[in-house]
């Protein structure tokens, strides 16, 4: 038996509110809508993972969900053109990543990163 995908699933009664951050801002393509349901991702490329952590390093809140880009600092001026609070970054981190925090419509805490 091989895993071939996790899906992160977020309970809301505000299916649309997903389109604008994970659509519209970070370019992701919806890949099923059955109404009660919308998955987003990313056809060219979809790895397997789940972590488990004690903290978010650098004595951060542990995200809810990490999102790799190409681009941290297209991915951070899209979310301030889009009106999203960032929490906390961008910064390199000295495990080699750059990221930010910011919180989808959810209230998810959303570690946007790139490898340095």
């Known amino acids: ?9 977020v309970r809301t009664r ?3 509110a997903a389109n604008r951050f994970y659509g519209e801002v970070l370019g992701l393509d919806i890949l099923m809508d059955h109404g009660w349901i919308t998955s987003y991702g990313n056809t060219e490329n979809m790895h397997v993972q789940i972590a488990f952590a004690m903290e978010g390093g650098a004595g951060t809140a542990v995200p809810d969900v990490s999102i790799e880009v ?13 009106g999203y609070h960032v929490e906390y970054g961008p910064v ?8 930010f925090y910011v919180r989808d419509p959810f209230g998810k805490l959303i570690n946007i990163l790139m490898h340095l």
């Open 1 to 9: 038996m091989k895993v071939k995908r996790i899906v992160t699933n």
């Open 14 to 16: 505000q299916i649309d």
């Open 70 to 82: 190409d681009d941290v600092e297209v991915a951070y001026a899209r979310m301030k053109e889009y």
């Open 92 to 99: 390199d981190e000295s495990w080699g990543v750059r990221r």
